[in-house]
């Protein structure tokens, strides 16, 4: 279908499979195409792992407790509403243009998400499997691994399904911005230049990636803690 | 253990704002290894006293004494099992048992064939026999259990009743058991307590004098007998 759009198509606009493949081999060749995937990955996973555990952290706390819930409440709601460039601009010019600035800016576009999600799961905690364990005396290790987690585990696993793919759409956009490597670094390159057969020789590689994850990473995980689950889920 | 309890007042504070008395003046104490039954209609605070005794309700006038250390086993009205972890790994948890202990246990409550399932996989009564099985894998000094047979069938309830009875003599765990069967409560405790309807106080407090082994079937009609109609005076 690529193909026959593309003999329709100027070259310009959309270039056809084979020369699109010919240009990921040479990035390939060059080791180019390898660096910048790495680098993007590597803020993918550094900003995803830390927006779920704070945004994890936060929201428990929230569901747990009605003060702090109240006290965080309206920060979220900014949060959640804030357009993505407005945070990453501001990260990049209040923190400096490195690392830090751009993690930090994914963090907080991903954080009030799981924030959310993880207080709605904190709330529908079952109360009698809690007085279980307080009767029991299970100690909070065992009560945490054996009653919360499970419990949070459709939460969590509905964030970190959002959440990957929110990271990095965003990790891209603060590449193109502020950061001189990446696939949105190349990207911004390819997009100054006009040059869809190189944008595309990034993008679907990337796009790869992305599937492999959720196939081989995200999908067996939920499969396997949902296996209690008498029709799955 | 021992279990020392007065209760002067438990209130609940309902929807609408106004203050509801369920429990009034309960007072008793249970020695090491005694069986009692609470009798009483529904709504009497049974529940709520056996909340109160295994600390889940610490909102009331009076005090509950206890052993400063004791290990405390509870079978719910359900069976608060965890739905994600197999019957095996739901006994194991609580438990501090020896491995020999566990292999009773799962033995007295014929669990064996059911030890990989899943709480979801199980019929309610089976899953009521893994219940009081975790409640005893804990090795309790108090057991107490919260009408454990409702809404299972007669013949069921028989044999159950016989495997926790064995299972509590051989342990000699105190035990309190909720009840509104009085049948139930004379063949399994030696002691029985009636309480009143809403706000609960105590009606009768009697020992069943004849070691329960030795406990005829007249002496035991007679004592239904009396119970139902203390009962019966209760609820009107």
Redesign the interface.
Known sequence: MWQLGSNFASTGTLPAPLAVMSVIGAEARSGALFINLAATLARVAASFVLAMALGTALGVAMGRNKSIDRLCDPLLIVLLNLPALVVIVLAYIWVGLNETAAIAAVVLNKLPNTAVTLREGTRALDE??D??A?????PLG?KVR??VV?QL?PYLAAAMRSGLSLVWKIVLVVELLGRSNGVGFEIGIAFQLFDVTRLLAYALPFVGLMLAIETFVVQPVERH?SR???HGA | MELDISIVRKAFRTASGQTRVVLHDVAFSLRKGEICALLGPSGCGKTTLLRIISGLDSDFEGWVRLPSRHRIGMVFQEPRLLPWRSVAQNLRLVGSSSENDFAEIVVALRLSKHLDHFPGELSLGLARRVAIARAFAVKPDLLLLDEPFVSLDASLAARLREELLALVLKRAATTLIVTHDVEEAISLADRIIVLSAAPGRILADRTIEAPREALTEARAIKIKEEIQSLMANASS
């Open positions: 009698g499997l007085e279980m307080r009767v029991f005396n299970l065992t054996h009653v499970p585990a803690v209690w689950r008498p």
